[in-house]
């Protein structure tokens, strides 16, 4: 399966795009990183290939 994931570009924290998808916009789980992630912030190509095959995400 190809795993989509997004870098938080201050601390490197990866966050699974199913997560940014069900929260939209979320604070950045890292330690102490303020960063707020967005789903819009993943490249359009892995945004429409996870809304394309997100039944294969859900946990
Ligand atoms: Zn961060």
């Not at 490197?12 to 330690?31: D, H």
């Amino acid at each position: 399966m190809h795993i989509i994931t997004h870098t938080c570009s201050d601390c490197g924290t990866v966050v699974a795009a199913n997560e940014l998808e069900a929260n939209r916009v979320m604070k950045c789980p890292g330690l102490g990183c303020q960063s707020v992630l967005r789903f819009d912030d993943l490249p359009a190509d892995d945004r429409d290939f996870f809304l394309d095959n997100r039944e294969q995400y859900q946990l």
